[in-house]
């Protein structure tokens, strides 16, 4: 055997090894598309839950405790000709929806950035016989307008309360009622409140009622 053809035997790839490099390689590029596609579909379940911590604000949900939603509920006193509630970063509805349930002629509604919370609230409102007197609104609190709003809650961190309270000064309907839940606004005077720690509720009134309501 000539050295050359020694080289070749030596240097040459036989069919075997050949078709194991090509399964190897096709395997790899499954398993590199397989792990891109979750990656990509993590991406898109939590970027509505990361997006909000890279805002001025951030309003991260934390769901209300039964005592904190009886507290609210303390605050809220409807008319008889009906009223409005809007929660502010309303989570997964659970104060819109126990408004809705404990008083007949409110009409209840939330705003909230998270499209997953949207829709898991309206599912919620429907499995308790609410859907038809709640709305849940995918929007950015600080464009959303609280002029319809009789009763407004909101569930802040202290960082906001100030630029809320602006907000709520400049857009909120005479005689309308604020409450806020964790932590007080700044510079509202308090009205009333209920003094339970993590469950704390202030209630402020701001703006007087117009001589012509009643």
């Known amino acids: ?38 990656a990509v579909g993590l991406s898109i379940v939590c970027y509505p839950f990361v997006a909000p911590a ?7 949900f934390v769901p209300a405790t039964p005592k904190q939603i009886s507290n609210v509920l303390a605050f809220v006193k409807p008319s008889d000709r ?44 429907l499995r308790n016989g609410v859907f038809n007197r709640t709305s849940f609104f995918r929007k950015d609190l600080w464009t959303f307008s609280l002029a319809p709003y009789d009763h407004i809650v909101i569930f ?10 602006k907000k709520i000064l400049k857009e909120a309907t005479p005689g309308a009622t604020i409450i806020a839940c ?21 209630m402020y009134r701001p703006i007087p009622k117009l001589s012509s309501q009643k």
Request: proline share 4%; glycine share 10%; net charge neutral.
């Open 54 to 60: 890279l805002r001025r604000h951030c309003l991260p």
């Open 82 to 125: 009906g009223s409005r509630l809007l929660d502010i970063g309303s989570g997964d509805g659970r104060i819109v929806v126990a408004a809705a349930r404990a008083h007949s002629s409110i009409k209840a509604d939330g705003v909230e950035l998270n499209p997953w919370l949207v829709y898991y609230s309206r599912l919620v409102a």
């Open 182 to 202: 964790r932590f007080p606004f700044p510079n509202m005077k308090t009205e009333n409140r209920i003094e339970e720690g993590v469950d704390s509720v202030w």
């Open 1 to 38: 055997m000539s050295t050359i053809e020694l080289e070749k035997q030596i240097t040459g790839a036989s069919p075997a090894l050949e078709t194991g490099r090509k399964t190897t390689s096709l395997s790899g590029k499954i398993l590199i598309g397989i792990t891109g596609g979750i």
């Open 156 to 165: 802040g961190v202290e960082q906001m309360m100030d630029d809320l309270e």
